[in-house]
């Protein structure tokens, strides 16, 4: 048994309770009932990974349980299959991060943050440990490190090119060195790897790309020996939160902005605009509303009903003529889980799509679209006791628009102990459905996924 869960019954712990309750059994069903027409273009699979504890165990926080991907085959029409499956690492049968010699295990991951694809490659990630593979089948292969040229721990938030291809991601560590950046190119071969000069001991999540730079978020929740949760950081008011620009190509040079005290877990999209200022969106905490977030992750005395509290839509604009850092709030909802259309990943974006939670006037769970011309906001509500997931965008065949494309997103239902995958029309959320398809149980709320399609697993 691993030291950070234990077996203990009974303990009120929000993250695997309601929405977030664990399921206890791998699942195959075939032939799904669909309510209402999937569009013909869906060929692929939707995997969604997330934290789902075994039995009897009880993670200290949010992000130490184990992780499970659950997964849709869809083809021309008909929604072929459901699975959920376990990702068998170490860390599943309760294998320390540290050995006894004091050295990380990187191959002891949970593993239940996020599941992409790329170059052929389905890879399931945690960013404090190496990727695991997957198959189209939900069946685990085995950690993955490029070849053995990937020595550290791996982002649970790597960036695709849509241009090159390439891969963009980094590795992070609460000791030195604190940040390596690393570049994978179409085919999958690790083609750069370099050591980031400057980058300190903080709780680096994310970070954003754009056509020509790489942007590094080293803000003010940090390494700290006395968190007991398993996720040793805390906020430190005494940390300088800073933003660092850095060129894709050539020498590894960082310049780093002073920005606001705030944490960001998740961007939206960055890109560079017309004068070259760089512009970083994403759903920004202050002190207090991490500080109530974190207490929901770990189940600290006092916490709130939801998970996000108090994160709200921000921008940052960094001038590197001028030396200065603008920022502004773009919206008051409480939102977290930014996607946009992934062909426009570092490059402008007038469309994003996020995950909207009860408060600041919000009494359900809704998703929300964005317009960053216009500043207009659309909202499709859940119902009560509903809960959508990250909405994964796919482009319709033949679109021409930004938005001409479709969100997917797994709905926890506790009214019914169901869910149900709901494919979204992206030009108008709040229309009904294009399509329902209907799980053979619950799935838990979530974090990240990827839509995979066919043409990517030729």
């Not at 512009?279 to 974190?294: A, C, F, H, K, L």
């Not at 500043?375 to 990250?390: C, D, K, Q, T, V």
Request: aromatic share 10%; glycine share 10%; no cysteine.
């Amino acid at each position: 048994m691993s030291t950070e869960t234990s077996t203990a019954t009974g303990i009120d712990k929000p993250y695997i309770t309601g929405h977030f309750a664990p399921v206890a059994e791998e699942t195959t069903a075939t032939g799904l009932t669909v309510r209402g027409t999937l569009p013909p273009e869906l060929n692929g699979r939707y995997f969604r990974n997330g934290h789902n504890p075994k039995p009897g165990d009880v993670p200290t926080h949010w992000f130490k349980g184990s992780g499970m991907v659950h997964g849709l085959r869809l083809r021309d029409g008909r929604a072929e299959w459901y699975r959920n499956r376990w990702v068998t690492t170490p860390a599943l049968d309760g294998a320390p991060y540290m050995r006894e010699d004091g050295t990380p295990d990187l191959t002891a991951s949970i593993a239940g943050t996020h599941i992409i694809e790329h170059a052929g490659r389905i890879l399931a990630l945690q960013e404090a440990n190496l990727p695991w593979e997957m198959t189209p089948e939900l069946d685990t292969v085995a950690p993955y490190d490029f070849g053995g040229r990937l020595r550290t721990a791996m982002t649970a938030h790597p960036k695709e090119d849509p241009v090159t291809g390439e891969l963009h991601f980094f590795g992070y560590s609460p000791f030195p060195p604190y940040l390596t950046y690393y570049v994978a190119d179409a085919s999958g071969q690790l083609v750069r790897s370099v050591e980031i000069e400057g980058a300190g001991p903080s709780l680096m999540h994310d970070f954003a790309l754009t056509a020509n730079h790489v942007v590094w978020l080293d803000l003010p929740v940090v390494f700290d020996h006395a968190e007991q949760s398993g996720i040793p950081y805390r906020w430190s008011d005494a940390y300088t939160p800073r933003m660092g620009v850095m060129p894709r190509t050539g020498p590894a040079k960082v310049t780093w902005y002073e920005v606001e005290p705030g944490a960001l877990l998740h961007v939206a999209n960055a890109h560079e605009d017309e004068t070259g200022r760089i512009v970083i969106d994403g759903p920004r905490y202050d002190r207090t509303s991490w500080e109530s977030s974190w207490k929901w992750f770990v189940g600290a005395p006092g916490y709130g009903p939801v998970p996000s509290i108090g994160s709200v839509g921000h921008r940052w604009i960094l001038d590197p003529h001028s030396g200065k850092v603008t920022e502004e709030a773009r919206d008051g909802l409480v939102t977290e889980f930014p996607t946009v259309n992934d062909a426009y990943l570092g490059h402008a974006n007038r469309y994003s799509y996020a995950l909207a939670f009860p408060g600041a006037g919000l009494d359900a769970y809704a998703l929300v679209k964005y317009d960053n011309d216009t500043g207009e906001r659309r909202m499709a509500p859940m119902g009560e006791r509903r809960m959508p997931g990250e909405a994964v965008f796919v482009p319709a065949e033949g679109g021409t628009a930004e938005d001409d494309g479709y969100l997917l997103t797994i709905v926890s239902d506790l009214a019914r102990d169901a869910s149900e995958l709901l494919v979204l029309d992206a030009t108008d959320i709040r229309r009904e459905p294009v399509a329902v398809v209907e799980l053979p149980n619950r799935v838990p709320s979530g974090i990240h996924g990827s839509w995979i399609p066919d043409a990517e697993q030729a």
